[in-house]
């Protein structure tokens, strides 16, 4: 099959890597209109039809495509027989499996290691240290040739801005620059994307939302700060996801504010936390009017909550209710 593998896993937090890896090997494959193509979703998986198919013979092509995708197979160890299914392909069938989480230590995994192709994706997030430095930066230059092939530029500290609303998945990325671009379709040619441009149409991420809520709660705005809470409920965000970014930005504030009492300069305040510039200004305006003792006392109080909902002696959303009411 010129050099084409018969399994391949498609996988990784990058939805955006996935889905391109999927549709150019589903291209090359040539299955658009093709009648030797299957997919199966988590919907409608059956083992013992697809194993059927992969012995099957394709009609008038080269070769039969089977695509799997949300089969859930590779959690954990996995299921030996279910691999065994997979470990003798004829020549002419190939099986593309799409999965977002894939234990590495799964059965299943290994085989395709041996016999074929994994092709993993991650989103920079979600790496860790010089990986994830150096996937934030291809990430960036992504965003920035993107822009310039519409005519338009984005400067370091808007992209930094950008980013932090939408994080580096490159999914949400690629929306909200679609946006960007239909927004300032009316502008000249190497229109320069602005605050206001991304004020204007771009989304927030769910740790923008808890970073305003804490803002609001900081500040007394107590309604308000309920307000942003049941948004985030209404968009089914888990209870102790809100209180784990929660304690991040009060760690964050702690740590600016503690800085700010120390008589450090911005530039020694970023040094020592790690904390970007255009980060500190919103802390610092955020923490203008909070005591240390608040910050610690809030913090303590994150604490707190988490061991209750985890033994039980209070509801998870009750509890984050409380943290923002009291």
């Known amino acids: 099959m010129n050099g084409l593998k018969n399994m391949y896993l498609i996988c990784g937090d990058e939805d955006y890597l996935r889905e391109q890896e999927k549709n150019r090997l589903l291209k090359a494959l040539g299955c658009?209109?093709?009648?030797?193509?299957?997919?199966?979703?988590?919907?409608d998986i059956d083992l013992d039809e697809i194993i059927s198919l992969m012995h099957t013979l394709p009609f008038a092509e080269e070769h039969r495509t089977i695509m799997i995708d949300g089969c859930g197979w590779f959690k954990g160890e996995g299921s030996k027989e279910t691999a065994e299914a997979f470990?003798?392909?004829?020549?002419?069938?190939?099986?593309?499996?799409?999965?977002?989480?894939?234990?590495?230590?799964?059965?299943?995994?290994?085989?395709?290691?041996?016999?074929?192709?994994?092709?993993?994706?991650?989103?920079?997030?979600?790496?860790?240290?010089?990986?994830?430095t150096l996937g934030k930066s291809e990430v960036r230059d992504w965003v920035k040739n993107e822009l310039k092939h519409a005519g338009r530029r984005i400067d370091s500290r808007t992209l930094n801005e950008l980013t932090e609303l939408t994080g580096y998945d490159m999914q949400n990325l690629s929306t909200e620059?679609?946006?960007?671009?239909?927004?300032?379709?009316?502008?000249?040619?190497?229109?320069?994307?602005?605050?206001?441009?991304?004020?204007?149409?771009?989304?927030?991420?769910?740790?923008?939302?808890?970073?305003?809520?804490?803002?609001?709660?900081?500040?007394?705005?107590?309604?308000?700060?309920?307000?942003?809470?049941?948004?985030?409920?209404?968009?089914?965000?888990?209870?102790?996801?809100?209180?784990y970014v929660m304690v991040k930005q009060y760690e964050k504030a702690l740590a600016v504010k503690e800085g700010m009492a120390a008589g450090l300069s911005d530039a020694e305040i970023m040094a020592k936390t790690g904390i970007k510039d255009w980060q500190l200004r919103r802390i610092k305006d955020q923490v203008t009017d909070v005591t240390l003792?608040?910050?610690?006392?809030?913090?303590e109080a994150c604490a707190d909550t988490e061991c209750s909902?985890?033994?039980?002696?209070?509801?998870?959303?009750?509890?984050?209710?409380l943290l923002i009411i009291k």
């Open 177 to 243: 620059l679609e946006k960007l671009i239909c927004y300032t379709l009316d502008k000249p040619a190497n229109y320069v994307i602005g605050r206001q441009d991304i004020d204007a149409v771009c989304s927030k991420t769910i740790t923008d939302r808890i970073f305003d809520m804490i803002a609001f709660k900081l500040k007394g705005r107590v309604s308000e700060a309920l307000t942003i809470l049941e948004e985030l409920f209404a968009v089914k965000t888990a209870a102790m996801r809100i209180i």
């Open 87 to 132: 470990s003798e392909l004829p020549d002419s069938t190939v099986v593309i499996f799409y999965e977002k989480n894939v234990d590495k230590n799964n059965v299943l995994t290994k085989l395709i290691q041996s016999k074929g192709k994994i092709m993993r994706f991650d989103t920079a997030d979600s790496r860790q240290g010089k990986d994830k």
């Open 309 to 321: 909902i985890k033994s039980g002696d209070i509801s998870d959303r009750l509890g984050v209710e």
């Open 293 to 299: 003792n608040e910050l610690i006392k809030r913090l």
């Open 32 to 43: 658009e209109g093709s009648m030797n193509y299957n997919c199966f979703s988590e919907e």
